[in-house]
């Protein structure tokens, strides 16, 4: 399946994890793109990969602290593919030792987790989106997550972000569907990526995969192809969206197992 041929593709944060596994998906469904990432030699090196069979990728440099930084990211895929039709904003951080709950969370951590989160995915998007308005097509797919649609007892600053990246996602939709651009947003829960792999031991794996609807849990991959879908004319008439992806975990009573078995007895 080949949906993104003749597209070009922009992906911030596209040199390892669920960006990665973005990228991996739009080259081997057609599509050329521009890896933006901190680590320019790990988005170099994925370069060398996936262009063993043409020139498909481009790795840039992107520093999300800086918001010039972004907009020479859109500048410089514009000079060497000629456009950009997707946009996929992937890059966010979050420190749980730091961002805890509200009384204890570290507020001098708040304006580095919305610059990073938000504040950047906006600046990257109003250089993209007028190329995209001109051509009368594009689609932007924000990478929120699952903290921004309910609490939890820590990661506080980490789900306000997510939820203005949600709500940025209505706005973009809204004031640039006329002008053929669709904008969506996916919200994952714990992905296994090689980072989660090395922060989360086994027994805690467990727990979450415990309340999942679906009996794993979820991986890059997962992501990213709901990420593609979005991006695709498959998903023509789909805008403003934050698409869940959890493994079902967010559909159901948490207490279904414990409420169950004891009726059960």
């Known amino acids: ?105 570290d507020l001098d951590y708040f304006d580095e987790v919305m610059h990073t989160n938000l504040k950047s995915m906006l600046a990257i998007s109003r250089t993209a989106l007028p190329v995209m308005a001109e051509k009368k097509q594009g689609a932007i797919v924000n990478v929120s997550s699952i903290g921004s649609l309910m609490g939890d007892f820590r990661g506080t600053l980490y789900g306000l972000s997510k939820a203005g990246v949600n709500n940025l996602t209505r706005y973009i939709a809204c004031q640039y569907g006329r002008s053929g651009i669709r904008c969506n947003a996916v919200a994952p829960w714990l992905v296994l990526t090689p980072s989660s792999l090395e922060c989360i031991p086994e027994n805690l794996r467990q727990v979450f995969q415990k309340y999942n609807a679906v009996p794993y849990l979820g991986n890059a991959e997962d992501v990213a192809a709901t990420i593609v879908f979005l991006a695709s004319d498959d998903a023509r008439y789909i805008s403003g969206q934050t698409l869940v992806v959890d493994g079902g975990m967010s559909c159901h009573n948490p207490t279904i197992d414990e409420v169950s078995a004891g009726l059960s007895e």
């Open 1 to 105: 399946m080949e949906r993104m041929n003749n597209r070009v593709a922009l992906v911030t944060g596209g040199a390892s994890g669920i960006g990665r596994a973005t990228v991996e998906r739009l080259v081997r469904e057609g599509a050329k793109v521009a890896v933006a990432d901190y680590n320019l030699e790990a988005a170099e090196k994925l370069a060398v990969a996936l262009n063993a069979d043409g020139e498909k990728v481009l790795p840039l440099y992107y520093d999300a602290a800086d918001l010039d930084s972004g907009q020479a990211a859109v500048v410089r895929t514009l000079a060497h593919f000629g456009t950009i039709d997707v946009l996929v904003n992937n890059v966010g951080i979050g420190d749980m030792k730091r961002d805890v709950d509200v009384v204890c969370l």
